[in-house]
Every structure is written in structure tokens, then in C-alpha cells.
């Protein structure tokens, strides 16, 4: 690993309390800790996401049995679920897919500003959410999702932009933390929903919800602030989004490609293992909703410990090793989910959720220190590009692999191998830890 080195000098016009003094006086007096009221809206924004987002996962047994056309008598998937694994595969795939569109719509936030583009993201995205609730078929309901997918995934990551431009490097894996926590809140309440009232609450009440976090987008869009730091760019970024990357050179395009990598491979097992959960749990070991609840409430208490975990190992053992250690285990975690018995399950899922959430603040925090601000927020939408195509890979393989080897635990383990190959990618990039961003990717 090597470090990003800077000018020791602190020219006029420069914060002297800086490392290296290296911050504009304009930027470092508009600069905030990590509960500041900025941040704190940029995090509930992400738990509107996550709650939109994730209530088609959370709900997918209620989908399958809506929209089944299957019979019940059999052994099959398709008996046994409603909708065979190739199907529910292709249709969560095609949701995923959509998530493609985050890269323009996130590149707009590096012309036309950060709020601007997050609120009106998540204005869209919760808004097609609830009219998803009254889809007719199954392909409806893919179509309606996956319109609103790729705004929902922009909010979260120009969320995630604005925690780091909002920060010094002290609160930064902080704030990245909260928004990364936000996300996680938002996605645990459609699970929690649905199990404490015993699978009553079906996909369209739940989607129909929605309306709640739409109505409180005013008050939170008046505590947004737009960044000092997107503010100082003397010429915003004119260039289309893929211009834009490809106009990259040198340490940081290489970055980008490693990055991106890394992002393919965590995704590639975490969105399948995330998403078949709940079908696995309810319709394979026959656990009831209220059971499956039980893990998701467990969840909370230990993805906030993750959080916290994955947060002071980024600050003082590194961003690079934290996030390897995260995503590597992460691998294995999933396999276990899969592997047979609800014991596993929890275990496994559990475990999931712990390293998932460590690797959140080291991974952020490396996706934004490593590339200035002037397109920022477009190499956040192409990393979430990368995770889409992860995702989207993994939920073809997974659902095809599921369905010829009968078995949900063989898929996992599968999916496993390349996951774990690919960690040792991250020993390519530099270290970031206690560097500002004018530092770590200067203009």
C-alpha cells in the first residue's frame, strides 16, 4: 500500500488548524461535525431509501404468492415458492439492472449540486414506490420498481458524498456511518413490519407506506445544506458521466477500475444472500415471519455495533485492511446463511450483517478520498453501477444455480469462490486514513 503524499506549505487562503493546512479558509469554516443537522437529513433521506428499496426484498414471499400462476402440490421451487427461482431470478435481476441509471442521474449532482439531485431522487423514487402498490402482475410490479430503483440508489449515494464533503477526516467515517446506518434503519423496518404483524402487512400496505417518508421530505430538505467544498469548484463538471470517468487518467482511473472491481465481487454474493433470505427462511425451513422478525431485530443492535467496529478500525487501523477483512468474511458468512438449518440461518445472517456493516465506513470512506470533487458524486453512481452488475450477476447465478443443483447452501457456496479470490484487489489501493480531501484527491 502507499500513501497519497501533499505540499507541507499552508498558502493564503488556507485553514492553519489543517493538515498541512491544506483546506480553503471559505470550505473549513463550513465545515461540520457528524451529528451536524446536514448530515443528520442526509441520513434520514437514506432511511427512506432503504425502506423503498428494500420492501421489495422484505416482501418477496408476499410478490411470489400474489403473482404466482404455479401450483402448491410438488417439491419443485416453483411449487414450493409460487414463482420458480429463474423467474424471481430474471425479475429481481431486471430491478437491479435498472440501478444502471444511477450513474447519470448521480452525475447531474456534480453539475447542477448535491441537494438539488437528492431530493429530488428521493421525491421520485418514494412516490413510484407507492404506485407500485397497485401493480396488476408481477411484470407490472418489476416495471413500476424498477423505474423508481435507480433514483432510490442515486439518494443513497449522493447521501454518502455529502457526509464526506461535509466533514474533516476526524468525523468523516462517522458521518458515512450514520448515512451507511440510516440506510440500514429504513431497509429493517419493512422486514419488522411485516413480522410483528405476522406477515398481515403484504407487499402493496407496505409499499403503500411510502407515503410517510414522501410527506416528510420538506422538513428534512430544509436542513440539507449544499457542500462547502461543491460550492468552491470554480467550473462544475460540464462533461456527461461516462466523459466524465473516462476523462480520468492515471492513479486515479486505475483506482477506479480496482474500486469498481471490488464493488462487483461484494455484491455478487451480498445481494443474492440479502434478497433470497426471507423466501429461504419462510418457504425452504418453513420458519414463520415472526421468527424471521426476530433475526432482523437482532440485526439492528449488531449492525449499529458493526458500524461502530468497522468506524474506529477504518480510523486507526486503516481504511484498505479494514475493508478486506469485511468483505472476505462477508463471503463466508454467506455461505454459512444457506447452509441448512435456522441455526445457520441466524447465525450466518447475522454475522453477514455485522462485517457488511465494518465494511461500510472503510469502503465509503476509500470511494470518496480517492477522486476530487469535481466528479465525485459520478464515481459514486458508477460504483453503485458496479455493485448493480455485481448484484444482478449474482441473482441470475444464484436463482439459475438454485434451481439445476436443487439447492439454495450449494448456490452460496459457489458464488463464494470468487468473492474471496477477488480481496486481495484491495492491497492495490492506496491508504487514506487521516487524510482531508484536499489531500487525498486534490482538484
Given at each position: 500500500m502507499t500513501t497519497p503524499g501533499a505540499d507541507s506549505?499552508?498558502?493564503?487562503?488556507?485553514d492553519p488548524?489543517?493538515?498541512?493546512?491544506?483546506?480553503?479558509?471559505e470550505v473549513a469554516e463550513h465545515l461540520h461535525g457528524w451529528r451536524h443537522p446536514s448530515i443528520l437529513a442526509a441520513a434520514g433521506l437514506s432511511v427512506a431509501a432503504g425502506f423503498a428499496q428494500f420492501a421489495a426484498t422484505a416482501a418477496l414471499p408476499d410478490v411470489a404468492d400474489a403473482f404466482g400462476t404455479g401450483g402448491r402440490e410438488?417439491?419443485?421451487?416453483?411449487?414450493?415458492?409460487?414463482?420458480?427461482?429463474?423467474?424471481?431470478?430474471?425479475?429481481?435481476?431486471?430491478?437491479?439492472?435498472?440501478?444502471?441509471?444511477?450513474?447519470?442521474i448521480s452525475g447531474l449532482a456534480d453539475r447542477m449540486g448535491r441537494r438539488r439531485v437528492l431530493l429530488t431522487s428521493v421525491a421520485l423514487g418514494l412516490a413510484l414506490t407507492v404506485l407500485a402498490?397497485?401493480?396488476?402482475?408481477?411484470?407490472?410490479?418489476?416495471?413500476?420498481?424498477?423505474?423508481?430503483?435507480?433514483?432510490?440508489?442515486?439518494?443513497n449515494a449522493v447521501a454518502g458524498v455529502v457526509a464526506a464533503e461535509e466533514t474533516r477526516t476526524r468525523d468523516r467515517t462517522w458521518a458515512i456511518a450514520l448515512v451507511t446506518a440510516g440506510y440500514g434503519i429504513g431497509a429493517g423496518l419493512t422486514a419488522l413490519l411485516r413480522g410483528l404483524t405476522g406477515g398481515?402487512?403484504?407487499?402493496?400496505?407496505?409499499?403503500?407506506l411510502s407515503l410517510l417518508p414522501l410527506a416528510a421530505l420538506p422538513f428534512l430538505g430544509r436542513l440539507l445544506e449544499e457542500p462547502a467544498r461543491f460550492d468552491r469548484v470554480p467550473?462544475?463538471?460540464?462533461?456527461?458521466?461516462?466523459?466524465?470517468?473516462?476523462?480520468?487518467?492515471?492513479?486515479?482511473?486505475?483506482?477506479?477500475?480496482?474500486?469498481?472491481?471490488?464493488?462487483?465481487?461484494?455484491?455478487?454474493?451480498s445481494g443474492p444472500t440479502l434478497t433470497y433470505l426471507f423466501l429461504y427462511a419462510e418457504t425452504v425451513l418453513d420458519m414463520a415471519p415472526s421468527r424471521t422478525a426476530l433475526a432482523v431485530v437482532a440485526a439492528a443492535p449488531l449492525g449499529a455495533g458493526g458500524l461502530l467496529l468497522g468506524r474506529a478500525a477504518a480510523d486507526r487501523i486503516g481504511r484498505v485492511g479494514t475493508a478486506a477483512v469485511a468483505?472476505?468474511?462477508?463471503?463466508?458468512?454467506?455461505?454459512?446463511?444457506y447452509s441448512g438449518t435456522t441455526t445457520a440461518l441466524f447465525c450466518g445472517y447475522l454475522g453477514a450483517i455485522v462485517l457488511s456493516s465494518g465494511y461500510a465506513p472503510a469502503a465509503g470512506a476509500i470511494a470518496t478520498e480517492l477522486f476530487p470533487t469535481r466528479v465525485r458524486a459520478t464515481v459514486a453512481g458508477a460504483f453503485t453501477v458496479a455493485g448493480v452488475l455485481g448484484a444482478v450477476t449474482g441473482l441470475l447465478a444464484y436463482g439459475?444455480?438454485?434451481?439445476?443443483?436443487?439447492?439454495?447452501?450449494?448456490a452460496a457456496v459457489v458464488l463464494a469462490v470468487p468473492v474471496l479470490a477477488a480481496t486481495g484487489l484491495f492491497w492495490l489501493l492506496p491508504e487514506t486514513k487521516g487524510l482531508e480531501l484536499e489531500q487525498s484527491a486534490p482538484e
Open positions: 506549505s499552508a498558502p493564503n487562503g488556507t488548524t489543517a493538515p498541512d493546512g491544506l483546506i480553503p479558509v410438488g417439491t419443485s421451487l416453483a411449487a414450493t415458492t409460487g414463482l420458480s427461482g429463474t423467474t424471481l431470478g430474471i425479475g429481481l435481476g431486471v430491478i437491479r439492472l435498472a440501478s444502471l441509471g444511477t450513474l447519470p402498490a397497485a401493480s396488476p402482475g408481477f411484470w407490472w410490479f418489476v416495471a413500476i420498481v424498477a423505474l423508481g430503483r435507480p433514483l432510490l440508489s442515486t439518494t398481515a402487512v403484504g407487499f402493496r400496505m407496505l409499499f403503500a467550473n462544475p463538471a460540464r462533461l456527461t458521466s461516462a466523459r466524465a470517468l473516462l476523462a480520468l487518467t492515471g492513479s486515479p482511473r486505475r483506482q477506479l477500475v480496482v474500486i469498481a472491481g471490488l464493488t462487483f465481487a461484494f455484491s455478487l454474493l468483505h472476505a468474511g462477508v463471503a463466508v458468512a454467506a455461505a454459512i446463511t439459475a444455480l438454485a434451481d439445476a443443483l436443487e439447492s439454495f447452501g450449494m
